[in-house]
């Protein structure tokens, strides 16, 4: 049985910056990829904010598009239109910006192990029983869960993990119309806390899609209402179909136990107002490699238990608003939507989003439009005294 200091099950972004970090510091590091190609199919929107490059490397070749802002469209089409003069988030190509952190994590020394899907953790010996016709078996100093929201990792010592089903086209609509700097966003209470969205990838081509609680036969029903809706998407030749699922955060998610740990959809560290998480990974990827490179150092598996203090510390305050803005828009119909977009393009909100406005850290957002009074205007008392009672 063949022994590393670290193992990562799952060879998605999170995972292989993960363990990229760790071989650079010169630990023996495996990642075990159930899969036979990494970042196929493609399972997300691929619509990621600028720190990006603060918190990992994204050459310029992965980036398709850059977009300054963004149309926000109520049901009955009221618009917001919001804009920065610089990049507030990046569409990017996902299969090759995943395979290309791999092939780093690679290059730095980590073993990647292609179609060894996982069956068993031992998390107290480090020991993980292996998915192939030896039953192959390898032990690890410190075991982690990157393996997604259905995680086998995470299933070890906690419930399993509630989800979004998410559903995506990609479409030529046969002519130039799309800004490709901006995207457009659909609310529906139908989808709530989820929306719609149309993301360009170039004047003729975009990704169209929608998250929601709901089945994959629902939200294929809504996302062809609204290409046959909208004008500029009637008749658009659908060039693929793709289909994923967005787990649930969950604030009460076990992150350690004994030798292992959990980061990215495995451990829940996805935004609940948009179901992204690469930032929110990646920064936990760091935090999570100072704990496991010191509990490695001195052999004391106890430390382990610094990574999850250092994340609630980082996000718990963010995840916090954010989770109250996914449980009011949860409760609110089309006409409180269409009357919260009225209200706040007459409050002149839309530069203030596009001053305060983060795709990350919505709650600056949030705190400015309760300190200029505009959060009492647009929602009901109750809720809105919810929200002020964050920063009491």
């Not at 993960?18 to 650079?24: D, L, V, Y």
């Not at 036979?36 to 994204?58: F, M, S, Y």
């Not at 967005?246 to 009460?252: A, N, Q, Y």
């Not at 238990?305 to 449980?327: A, C, G």
Request: aromatic share 8%; proline share 3%; hydrophobic share 40%.
């Amino acid at each position: 049985m063949k022994n590393y200091d670290v193992a990562v099950v799952g060879a998605g972004p999170v995972g292989s910056t993960f363990a990229r970090i760790m071989a650079e510091k010169g630990f023996e590091v495996a990642i075990l990829e159930k899969k036979k190609e990494i970042g196929v199919p493609l399972q997300c929107a691929g619509l990621v904010g600028k720190r990006i490059k603060e918190v990992n490397v994204l050459p310029n070749e992965f980036i398709i598009n850059p977009v300054h802002g963004g149309f926000l469209h109520s049901p009955e089409d009221t618009v917001l239109s919001v804009s920065k003069g610089k990049p507030e988030a990046y569409v990017l190509d996902r299969v090759k910006y995943d395979q290309f952190l791999a092939h780093l994590a690679e290059d730095s020394g980590a073993e990647i192990l292609l179609n060894h899907g996982v069956e068993k953790i031992d998390s107290v010996n480090g020991v993980i029983n292996l998915k192939n016709k030896e039953k192959t078996k390898i032990s690890a100093g410190v075991v982690v869960g990157a393996d997604g929201h259905s995680s086998i990792v995470s299933s070890t010592f906690n419930p399993l993990a509630e989800s979004f089903q998410a559903a995506q086209y990609l479409i030529d609509v046969g002519e130039k119309w799309f800004q490709t700097n901006f995207v457009h966003l659909y609310v529906d209470s139908r989808l709530s806390p989820g929306f719609l969205w149309v993301i360009p990838l170039s004047e003729s081509t975009a990704r169209v899609g929608l998250f929601a609680d709901a089945n994959y036969q629902q939200l294929t029903i809504i996302l062809n209402e609204l290409l046959n809706k909208r004008s500029e998407l009637r008749g658009a030749t659908i060039l693929k179909k793709y289909y994923g699922v967005i787990p649930r955060h969950d604030p009460h998610k076990q992150l350690v136990k004994d030798r292992v740990i959990l980061l990215g959809d495995a451990a829940s560290q996805v935004k609940p107002t948009t179901g992204g998480g690469l930032i929110m990974g990646f920064t936990s990827a760091e935090i999570a490699s100072r704990a496991v490179s010191k509990a490695l150092e001195v052999d004391n598996v106890e430390i382990l238990t610094d990574y999850n203090k250092q994340y609630q510390e980082r996000f718990k305050k963010e995840l916090k608003v954010q989770l109250m803005v996914h449980k009011i828009f949860k409760s609110l119909n089309d006409d409180n939507l269409e009357y919260m977009f009225q209200k706040l393009k007459q409050e002149g909100a839309e530069d203030i989003i596009s001053h305060y406005g983060d795709i990350d850290t919505q709650s600056t957002l949030v705190k400015e439009m309760f300190k200029r009074g505009i959060i009492f205007s647009i929602l009901p008392k109750m809720l809105s005294w919810r929200i002020s009672s964050l920063w009491k």
